[in-house]
């Protein structure tokens, strides 16, 4: 049995930005019991020249929507980036979601040659569906999902493999 182009789309997805609702609220718990503002969690960043915590998860989340409605060939919704709290960026986490279970199978499958064009503040990137699920948006979505873990973890939030990856299904 092959796998199918929403099966390696949407629960590939949704599992990462679930974990990632999850190495959050660790981190929004750490902030309160050691009273430290989460203002100062959610701008903290590994290297000066890297993106916050706040904007790594707008980025994996961006991505994972992006996906989905690229993939369905539909208009993908824009989200404002306004969040200030980690309360804000679980509620984007979740909507993000639910966009994500939105979507059937018939909608994605079949979109391995679907040509995507992605507009870039740089250049114009042209992709058939399945290179750039598989090359550009999972690598970025676990690139952006890992840097939020190593934020946290960094700043001694307790996590571990397992907060990441998720327990075995």
Do not use: W
């Not at 609702?21 to 750490?30: C, E, I, Q, R, T």
């Not at 969690?41 to 929507?65: E, N, S």
């Not at 639910?98 to 391995?112: A, C, N, R, V």
């Not at 042209?126 to 999972?138: A, D, M, P, T």
Request: charged share 20%; proline share 4%; aromatic share 8%.
């Amino acid at each position: 049995m092959s796998i199918t182009m929403y099966q390696t789309t949407v629960p590939v997805l949704v599992r990462a930005l679930t974990n990632l609702s999850g190495v959050l609220a660790k981190g929004a718990a750490h902030a309160k019991d050691r009273n430290i503002s989460e203002e100062v969690l959610l701008h903290t960043r590994i290297t000066p020249d890297m993106f916050p915590l706040i904007r790594q998860v707008q980025i994996a989340t961006d991505m994972a929507k992006g996906a989905a409605f690229r993939l369905a060939g539909e208009e993908v919704p824009a989200m404002a980036d306004d969040e200030t709290t980690f309360e804000q960026l679980q509620a984007r986490i979740a909507k993000v979601v639910e966009m994500l279970k939105g979507f059937k199978p018939e909608q994605i499958d079949g979109s391995e040659t679907r040509e995507i064009l992605l507009k870039t503040r740089a250049a114009e990137l042209h992709f058939h569906g399945q290179s750039y699920l598989l090359n550009f948006v999972l690598p970025n979505v676990y690139f952006h999902c890992t840097t939020a873990y190593a934020i946290l973890r960094g700043v001694g939030v307790v996590l571990g493999k397992t907060d990441f990856v998720g327990k075995p299904e």
